[in-house]
Nanobody, 121 residues
């Protein structure tokens, strides 16, 4: 199992910025796609952005143009730069690593513990 640790959450005003980090253990991290997800109270967890091992990024429509995902494979870390934050961005943000485990011959998802982001109006 890969351990993922998120950090960087906090309370900001509308229009503010935050940078989240997801640090991982092991070499599996750099070879696989990592995603940022969020879950607001009473809502299902949703994907925010993903980045492939080669650096290709995809974003949810709701964050395009405001959020940027990046990775530093040398540091085993993925970042989520969040600008122009809105109250509707308030949620717990999680990072997820999906990778193939040859011992059980299937893909598995490892999640971090989450970091809270709150945007005040």
């Amino acid at each position: 199992q890969v351990q993922l640790v998120e950090s960087g959450g906090g309370l900001v005003q509308t229009g503010g910025s935050l940078r989240l980090s997801c640090a991982a253990s092991g070499s599996t991290f750099s070879r696989n796609t990592v995603g940022w997800y969020r879950q607001a109270p009473g809502k299902q967890r949703e994907v925010v952005a993903t980045i492939s091992s080669g650096g290709s990024a995809d974003y949810a429509d709701s964050v395009k143009g405001r959020f940027t995902i990046s990775r530093d494979n040398a540091k085993n870390t993925v970042y989520l730069q969040m600008n122009s934050l809105k109250p509707e961005d308030t949620a717990v943000y999680y990072c997820k690593l999906r990778y193939y485990r040859y011992d059980i011959e299937r893909y598995v998802d490892d999640w971090g513990q989450g970091t809270q982001v709150a945007v005040s109006s």
